[in-house]
C-alpha cells in the first residue's frame, strides 16, 4: 500500500482514534500528546505543521514532532528544528517509516530557511543508529555529579534570598540565564515563553524552582526534583560563589537523608569546592544530536564548531527537549 506523509492537523481531524493508539502504543500512555496540545496552545514554538504522520490507508503507523529553538553558532544566532517525539507503531517498524519522515522534516524545514535540525535520544537506543545514518552527530552529552547529604553544610550568605519561583518570575529567569550564559554557544537565548510555557506543558513544575534574590534582583536559580530516595538539580544558574553557596544551602536543605544529584555544567571549574565535595562527574546515555540541512554544514565537525574560538557549548537540562 501507498504511504502518504500527512500534516498533525490533518491527521488530528480526520483520524483522531488512530493518532491517539499510536501515541499510546509507542509510549505507553498519552501525556505527550496532551502535553503537546497544551504547549502549543500556549504558544510553545512549535512548526507551524507541528509534526509530520506517515499513514497508510487509514492507519497512521509512524509521527515526529517539530519544534523551534533559538541556537548561537560560531556565525551569529539562528533558529534550529527540534525533532521530538519520534514513533513508529510496533508492528510497522523497519519498514522505513521513521527515516521517510525524518527527511521530509528535513526539506519542509530547509526550505523553511533552517540550517540545523536537532533532537535528544539515548546513546543505547535503536534510533541513535538511525539518526547516524541520516547524518546526525553527537554535540552534547549532559553529565551529572552527586553527594548524599546528611545535614546541610553549605554556607548562605545573607545578602542572598532563595525562594520558590512563581508563573510571573519567568522573565527574571530567561534573564538570569542569558546573562549567565552570554559569550558561550548552543543554546543562550532561552527566551522567557520557554520558561513559561513549559511550566504550563509541565514538563517544569514551577514549585520546583528556586530563585536566588541579592537585594530583591534575580541573580541565579536552581531546579529541583524531588523523588523519594534522591532529588536531581539538574539546571542551576549560579554565576557567583555567593549565589552558588546560597542555591546549595537551600537544595541540601531540602535533601537531606537523600543523594542530590546535580547536571554537571554549572561548577567553575573542577577546582570549585561545591564541585570536590560530589562524585566524579559522569557522563550519560542522553544525548543531543544534530544534523547539517545544507550543504555548507556538512563536512564539519558540529561537536567541535559549537565549542569553536574557546568559547562553551550551553546547554541545560530544559535545554535537553
Ligand atoms: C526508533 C523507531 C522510531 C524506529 O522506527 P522505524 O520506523 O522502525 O525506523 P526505520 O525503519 O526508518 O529505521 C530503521 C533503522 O533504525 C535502526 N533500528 C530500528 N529498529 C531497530 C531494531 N529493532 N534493531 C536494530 N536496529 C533498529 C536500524 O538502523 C534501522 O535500519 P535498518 O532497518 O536498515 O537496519 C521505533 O522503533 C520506535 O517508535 N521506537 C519507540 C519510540 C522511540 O524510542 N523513539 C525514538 C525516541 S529518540
Known sequence: ??????DFD??????RNAVVSLHYSAWGGLDDLTAALRARRAGFPFAPYLGVYAREDEALLSAAFVSH?????PQGPET???????????DATRRGLAGQLLQEVHRRERSAGRRISLLCTGRSNLAHELYLKLGYQDIFCPRAALRYIDRPRSRSSPAIRVRRAGTRDAPALARVHRRANAGALGFTRRESRSFRTRFLSGAVAVRNLLLAERQGRPAGYATLEPHSSWSRAAEVIAPTSEVRGAL??????RSVGRWLAFGGDWFSGDDDPERIRCTPLLPSYAVMMACPLVPELRRRNLHRWLRSGGRPFACQLLDMF
Not at 534550529?80 to 510496533?90: C, D, K, S, V, Y
Not at 546549595?248 to 536543605?253: D, I, K, Q, T, W
Open 1 to 6: 500500500m501507498v504511504i502518504e506523509i500527512v
Open 10 to 15: 490533518d491527521a488530528y481531524r480526520d483520524h
Open 69 to 73: 529553538y533559538p541556537l548561537t553558532t
Open 80 to 90: 534550529a528544528a527540534g525533532i521530538e517525539l519520534l514513533m513508529t507503531r510496533p
Open 248 to 253: 546549595m544551602a537551600a537544595l541540601e536543605r
